[in-house]
């Protein structure tokens, strides 16, 4: 009976955290950094152009930040074909995958200005 | 003055023109073609539209000719060209030292993508400015395959080819107490059976294709002879034919 008891309150708190985050999202980007460094995601650009958490999560991804990046499919080729971001960035929904490379792919110099607050560390002279 | 045959007059070639000078001119729309009669007139055409490769790829002095085309839209800026250089041609960790490298261009007003990544090197001149300045001849061109090659042993370290470089590709190497240059890995990769550099190699986005100029079934080949795709080279003005070209697609 006690254990009933605590499961239902354990249940039920589970149910109250996730309506009171559900529409909280990180606020930092996520740079994923496979296969390649230096791949920007932005939560707030997105939920900006008014997407909900459902659309992607779980569907698309899950909810623990850049858990796909261990996929062996985590590749532009999966993108094409209407996996993970290219199930929207199909020039139809979204930009496509195989158009404005550099808007997500902020590169090595965009991984590092977001680590400094903005500023690029001047590699070259 | 006035019983001057202009048409007798001889180019005395642009590599005299001070840089400065050269840059007065290009605010004004106008490109240094010639200097004549000992500098007194020069002579500029319109800078307009002229950003062709064509005229740069006219003739390919050296078999194998080789060469790097940027597909320049395609670069991403994840740097494994830069580490694989690193890698393959043991270009020390300290500030400034590289071999090869990319540059950032952001363009806010854009439409759609906002940033480009440009990947530069040595351009392998086919009349490049660092040999013409070196005091002791220890960077030259290749007489086969035309790379501008470093006899290190020669390198005063007086950096007046650093100086010369439009590109900005040299760099001191405190190691090899000279500088220190790309040489589209002749030493380390090619000359020993490798078709492409290390930067191409490695490449996971097809940005650099390495290739001969001279063979007209190479990839660079076609891709500089097109006309369907823009395709040209960083800084012109600078006159010193570089093999090194972009395009975009």
């Given amino acids: 009976m006690m254990l009933r008891l605590i499961t239902v309150i354990a249940a039920l708190s589970a149910l109250a955290a996730g309506l009171a985050f559900a529409n909280a999202y990180p606020e930092a980007p996520i740079v994923y950094d496979k296969p390649v460094r230096g791949v920007i995601f932005s939560h707030k650009v997105h939920m ?18 850049k858990k796909s990046q261990d996929n062996k499919d985590f590749v532009m080729e999966s993108l094409y074909q209407g996996k993970y971001c290219g199930a929207c960035h199909n020039g139809t929904l979204a930009f496509a995958s195989n158009t404005r490379c550099a808007t997500c792919h902020i590169g090595v110099k965009g991984e590092e200005r977001l680590k400094n607050g903005g500023k690029t560390e001047k590699k070259s002279h | 003055m006035n019983n001057m045959d202009f048409n007798k007059l001889q180019n005395e070639g642009v590599e005299n023109v001070p840089m400065q000078e050269r840059r007065d001119f290009l605010k004004m729309g106008l490109a240094i073609t010639g200097i004549f009669a000992g500098g007194t007139l020069l002579s500029a055409v319109s800078t307009f539209n002229k950003a062709n490769a064509a005229e740069f790829a006219k003739k390919y002095p050296y078999s194998p000719h080789y060469s790097m085309v940027m597909h320049q839209d395609r670069c991403i800026d994840c740097e494994r060209c830069m580490e694989a250089c690193v890698a393959t041609n043991h270009v020390p960790n300290v500030h400034g030292a590289y071999r090869t490298t990319i540059l950032e261009k952001e363009t806010p007003d854009a439409v759609g993508g906002k940033r480009e990544f ?51 590709a040299r760099y001191f190497n405190e190691h ?5 240059k790309c040489n589209f890995c002749i030493d380390t990769r090619i000359s020993k059976g490798e078709k492409d550099t290390a930067c191409a190699h490695a490449c996971p986005a097809g940005v650099r294709i390495f290739g001969d100029l001279s063979k007209q079934d190479s990839d660079v080949f076609k891709t500089v002879h097109q006309i369907e795709k823009a395709v040209w080279v960083l800084r012109p003005e600078a006159g010193t034919r570089p093999n090194v070209f972009y395009t975009k697609g």
């Fill in chain 2, 118 to 168: 440009i990947p530069v090197l040595c351009n392998q001149c086919n009349l490049p400015q660092c040999t013409r300045v070196c005091p002791t001849k220890a960077t030259y061109k290749d007489k086969t395959n035309g790379i501008v090659m470093m006899d290190i042993k020669k390198c005063i370290g007086c950096l007046t080819c650093q100086e010369g470089c439009p590109y900005n």
């Fill in chain 2, 176 to 180: 090899k107490k000279a500088v220190d």
């Fill in chain 1, 48 to 65: 900006e152009k008014g997407l909900s958490c459902e659309m992607c999560h779980n569907r698309l991804f899950e909810m623990k930040a």
